[in-house]
């Protein structure tokens, strides 16, 4: 115990000193800051979302969800329009899709392409595979080994021969590409419509959530 002396009339007694709290009360104070520190470094993700459960830690999780269930409709939509137009290139739609994507392509294009030059292949020279009109004129036509092979060197050259070289929208290929001058036009409408399929597939695809 601290004691200090105190003076009196004449003699002379001690009382104990009040204590110095100050130095306790610092310590608790910094142990807490400490504790607190600790506690949000272990637990920020948790501490941030409790604060709001049907606001912002609900969204929080929904997006989290949501990232993690991405699905590409974009090949089963295709396959499906192009399955209601009874084109033999519907078991092709994944196989459009990658080369659509290896080349940069607008993954609409050649399908529409195919559905003005063909019908989507359902008016093709026999045996020659090529639904895009490509390399036939007059009397030349261009054949191909398969589908894929068709929609391999189209996408290819869509890409090396056209859009590389300056022709980056489907009026300027279709200025290269046909004699027609409402070409463009009409393979625009095609992918208008397949994009407008594509978008009514997906909404009605997408799982409901609560």
Do not use: H
């Not at 115990?1 to 204590?19: C, L, N, T």
């Not at 996408?155 to 463009?184: C, E, F, H, M």
Request: with cysteine; glycine share 6%; charged share 20%.
């Amino acid at each position: 115990m601290i004691e200090s002396p105190i003076v009196g009339k004449g003699w002379d007694f001690q009382v104990p000193a009040r204590p110095n709290l100050l130095p306790n009360m610092r310590n608790k104070v910094n142990l807490f800051l400490i504790a607190t520190f600790l506690l949000a470094m272990r637990f920020p993700l948790e501490a941030f979302a409790s604060n709001d459960a049907s606001g912002s830690s609900a969204t929080l999780a929904i997006s989290t969800v949501s990232a993690q269930q991405v699905v590409d409709y974009r090949g089963q939509a295709l396959k499906s329009y192009l399955e209601i137009k009874n084109s033999p290139l519907a078991d092709e739609a994944d196989y459009i899709i990658q080369e659509a994507d290896k080349y940069k392509l607008d993954w609409k294009l050649i399908p529409s392409i195919a559905g003005l030059e063909s019908g989507y292949c359902l008016e093709i020279p026999v045996s020659s595979y090529n639904c895009y009109g490509y390399g036939i004129y007059g009397d030349n036509v261009r054949y191909f080994n398969s589908w894929d092979d068709g929609i391999a060197t189209v996408s290819a050259a869509l890409r090396n021969d056209y859009i590389d070289k300056g022709a980056i929208t489907v009026d300027q290929i279709g200025r290269i590409y046909a004699a027609s001058p409402t070409w463009a036009v009409r393979v625009e409408a095609n992918m208008k419509d397949l994009q407008d399929y594509s978008t009514k597939f997906q909404t009605e695809s997408l799982p409901i959530s609560l």
